[in-house]
Every structure is written in C-alpha cells, then in structure tokens.
C-alpha cells in the first residue's frame, strides 16, 4: 500500500515525452509503452515539484473541485499501479 | 503517439549503446538524437528522428564498429563508398539507426578539416542524462550551426535548433574563438541569422576554406550529376547485400529441402520466411481449399511452402519487383507447383477481382522498417526489402491493411510481420478499421513479431 506522507518519482532509466496534455512512458525493462492521462500527469507534476503524494491528492481535489474521499481513492489506485509496474518509486532520500 | 514511441525507443537504444561502449572502454559523445531534442525542447520528440548520432575517439573507431556489429548491429549498405573519408558509418538494428562518427563531416568536406571542431566538443563535454558525453553549449552551438549549414538548412528544425542552443549559451566570446579556431565562423553567423542557400553559404572561411572545399568537391565527384552518384550508391549497398550487379545469384534451401534460385537484385529468404509461412499454414489449418494471398513475395520462399504443404490451397503470390515475380514464377514452374499464382503489382492491386471476399489468410512480410529520415522506399530504392514507408516505417502496412478488408473473407486473417513497439501504435488503427487483433505468435530469433488480425 503507497503512503501518502511520501513523495513518488519516476526512477531514474523510465524514458518519458509529452504527448499533448498527456504523458507516455517507455519502461525499458519491460518494454512497455505506458499512457498518463491528464489527471495522472497532475499528481505526478505535483509531487516532482516537492509535494507528498498526500499533498498532491488535495492539490488535485481543489483544483477539480472532485470529492477528497474519492480523488484519494483513486489516486492511491494509480499510484499502487504504477509502482507496480516500476514506473514510480518512494523518495527516500 | 507513433512519433513519440519512435523517440523513446531511439532513446532507449542509444542509452542501451552508451552503456555497452562505455563497459568496452569506448568513451562516447552524443551529437544528435532524442537526448538533443530534449535539451533543446524539453521533449525527446519534438520532431521526427529514428537514428541517433554518436561521437568516438578516432582511435577507438574500429574498436567501436567491431563492438556494434558484434552486438548484432549490421553495416547499413547505404552506407555508400567514401564512409572512411566521412569518418561516419551507419548501423542498423531492429529497424534502428545509430550514425556512429569518429569525426566531423558537414556536406562533401572530408572529416580531417572539421578536426578542430571535433577537438573542441571533447574538451567542454560533461556527462549527460544517457551517460555519454554531451557537448558543452558553446560547442553544441558551433556544432549546429555547421550541421545545418552543411545540410544546406533542408529542415527546418535544424535551423531551429541552431536557435534553441544559441538560447543555452552563457559564453558567446568562448563561441566565437571556437568558430574561429575551426575555421567556421561564417557558417555560425549565416546559422544565427537563418539565412543561406545550399550554395551559396561557404562551410570554411577565407580562401584555405574554398581550396578545401572546391579540391574535395572535385575529388569526391560531386560534379557528377547527384542521380549518377545515386546510382553508384546504390550499386555499392546492393553489392554489399549480396546482390545488385556487384552481388551474385545464390541458390538458396529452405525448409530443408526446398532449393530457391535467388537472383541478383532480390531479397533473400531465410528463417523469417519459413516462420511466416508456418504462421500461415496454421491459420488454414481447418479451412478446406483456402485461398492464400502473400504479398511482397520475393523469390516465392512463402508461397511455395505454404503451396507445398496444402495441395488444396490456392495461392496468390504479389511482388512489386518484375525482378522478383520473375524469379517466383521460375522457382514455382521448377517445383511443379500447379496452385501458385505469382501477379506483377503493389500489394493487392494485380489480384484477380473474382477474389474479392474470398480469401482466407493475407501473410506479409513487407519492408516496414522506420528509415532514418522519413523519406519513403521504392522499387529504386537498395533498401527497398526494409525500409517501409513514413517515419515509423508503417506506410505500406497501413495501405495493406485498408485494401484487405475488400479481399479477405469475413472471419479471414492479415498477418503482418514488424516490430514489436510498431504493432503497439499499429494494433489500434487496425481496431478503427475493423479488425480484431489476435494473439501474436511468440517472438522470432530476431526483434520481429508475427501479427494476427481478424477481419469482422
């Protein structure tokens, strides 16, 4: 389970480009092209710029005016997701 | 989309050479690529790109081609006669291009006279996201600023990127001495102002820079017309591939026993052929007298195997090249092959119209390699066996796709043969247009995948 007192990065070696207002990114272990959409671009912007990934689920909630209960719902889902396929990881240092 | 996952890829692949020249001991620049763009534009694909351009030591430029071709890089054979002049070879793998240089070329000058510029990019280089070396930003600009001056400023993202570096630059009296020290600083100026014509803007300053230029103009036989030198070019990469005029007829077995004549100017069949002809076989295995259609058939290798195996079968081989059909129809008369049909004509064009919603199986092995600049193949084209057409490469499977709808029976299948990022952007089209893709078959010795789809 993701903590939302921790900040999440793209490991270093994930290739990444922008594609319009979404993100696509080459994993090159696995080969994988994966697509994030705009809402995940959103968190994943936020916590690149210091934000905790609890942070970034209220920045978020205010920004679309979305239920807190539900964006955070949501965004630990894609968070977990991520991290599963090795697209994210905790920042530990 | 097919834009960016053809930059990612491009980048993955030079940071996965950069890797391995840097455990050979092969310190590497990189000059160009997705690494660039992203430093120019915040984007590893800001514009098309398939090939990667990497900077060695000199000294290290056998090493380093020994490296890449025993990572199973191949010499590209358009690779043309003077390469050693350029110092610059080009290698391919899995539809991928690495441009790799062991010196500074810019239009027909030879290497040695961009030696102080090569000079320079080595001494301000710090290391990059990739782990190669990058250019500091003055010489990035100088480097540009050549690059497209060179190229006679065809594209214009080279002369914006000569802008974006300018923008980098914290040191202009260091760009100047480096242009004046390379003897190019009317080439950065007419890059800076966007200005010039392929003619009219001198790479080398001064009169040294025009008895270089105007001596290697004429000893290159650039005053051969570019069509004859083509020509010349051509004739040298088809001879390296084992064909062409300088290249020889091979008579080549396949499956074991069958024995193919091969003659000069076509591709080669090998392993891929017998694997797609297996691929085919097996999506006919319950139809009862299926009608089989390969297209781009070469020599006949996929025809006649699938032929041979199912008596019953009706096959239709197409090929653009008369060469080829030519070649086809003698292999299949000489195997007494009574159900092979061999058609002149690009794609499905030459099929006979009664076999409109009648076929069962269309198998491909089409050239759908992504070229280095989208520039489209041909039938003139050496390369015209691999290289396909658009920046990805998937031009012509794209228009195969489209035509087979009106050939293939519903419930019939398209296989295609490409690589495994292009069925990734591919796979979706064919969605839009009524196909269901199918479990692919399992991987190839090489980096090609066999795609199924299914027309609705």
């Keep these: 389970m993701n903590d939302p007192s921790l900040r999440y990065r793209k490991p270093a070696g994930i290739l990444h480009a922008e594609l319009d207002a979404e993100e696509v990114l080459l994993n090159p272990q696995t080969g994988m092209y994966h697509l994030v959409n705009r809402t995940g671009r959103f968190l994943l912007d936020r916590m690149e710029a210091g934000e905790t990934l609890g942070q970034a689920i209220r920045s978020l909630s205010a920004a679309a005016g979305a239920d807190l209960h539900r964006v955070r719902g949501d965004a630990l889902s894609f968070v977990e997701a991520m991290t599963t396929r090795g697209l994210l990881e905790p920042v530990t240092d | ?456």
């Design chain 2, 1 to 456: 989309m097919s834009r960016v996952a053809l930059a990612l890829r491009a980048q993955q692949e030079s940071w996965r050479v950069g890797d391995e020249l840097q455990a050979a001991g092969i310190r590497a620049l990189l000059l160009k690529g997705p690494d660039l763009q992203q430093r120019l534009y915040a984007t590893p694909s800001a514009y098309a790109s398939a090939d990667v351009d990497i900077l060695v030591g000199r000294d290290r430029a056998k090493a380093a081609c020994d490296h890449l071709e025993r990572r199973g890089w191949t010499f590209a054979p358009e690779n043309g006669l003077l390469w050693r002049v350029s110092r610059a070879a080009s290698f391919n793998r899995d539809g991928f291009t690495i441009d790799l240089h062991w010196g500074l070329h810019a239009a027909h000058l030879p290497a040695w006279s961009l030696e102080p510029l090569a000079r320079r990019l080595w001494q301000g280089a710090r290391e990059g996201p990739s782990g190669m070396l990058e250019p500091d930003p003055e010489s990035l600009l100088v480097f540009l600023a050549v690059h497209a001056v060179g190229h006679g400023f065809q594209r214009p993202e080279w002369t914006e990127n000569v802008r974006r570096a300018a923008a980098l630059v914290e040191d202009w009296a260091e760009v100047w001495k480096i242009a004046h020290a390379a003897r190019v600083t009317n080439a950065v100026k007419a890059a800076l102002a966007a200005e010039g014509s392929p003619t009219s803007t001198p790479i080398l300053d001064g009169a040294w820079g025009s008895i270089v230029s105007w001596s290697t103009w004429l000893t290159r036989g650039h005053f051969v017309p570019a069509s004859v030198r083509d020509r010349v070019r051509r004739a040298a990469a088809l001879g390296r591939g084992g064909f062409g005029y300088l290249g020889r007829r091979r008579t080549l077995l396949i499956s074991g026993d069958v024995e193919l004549s091969v003659p000069i100017g076509v591709s080669r069949p090998g392993a891929m052929s017998e694997e797609l002809a297996a691929v085919g076989g097996e999506l006919i295995r319950d139809v009862r007298s299926p009608v089989v259609v390969d297209v781009g058939a070469g020599a006949g290798a996929v025809a006649v195997l699938i032929a041979r195996a199912r008596s019953d079968a009706s096959v239709q081989a197409t090929d653009i090249s008369s060469r080829a059909v030519a070649a086809a129809r003698a292999n299949v008369k000489r195997l007494k092959l009574a159900n092979v049909d061999v058609h002149l004509g690009d794609l499905l064009d030459p099929l006979p119209s009664q076999l409109r919603g009648r076929v069962d199986a269309i198998v491909t092995n089409l050239p759908a390699d992504p070229p280095p600049t989208a520039r489209p193949g041909g039938s003139r084209d050496p390369n015209a066996a691999l290289v396909g057409r658009g920046s990805e490469g998937m031009g012509l499977l794209r228009v195969l796709a489209s035509q087979s709808r009106a050939f293939l029976r519903p419930g019939g299948r398209l296989v295609v043969t490409l690589l495994d990022w292009q069925w990734d952007v591919l796979k979706d089209e064919l969605g839009s247009i009524g196909y269901v893709p199918l479990p692919v078959h399992p991987r190839t010795a090489t980096a090609y995948r066999y795609a199924v789809v299914e027309r609705t």
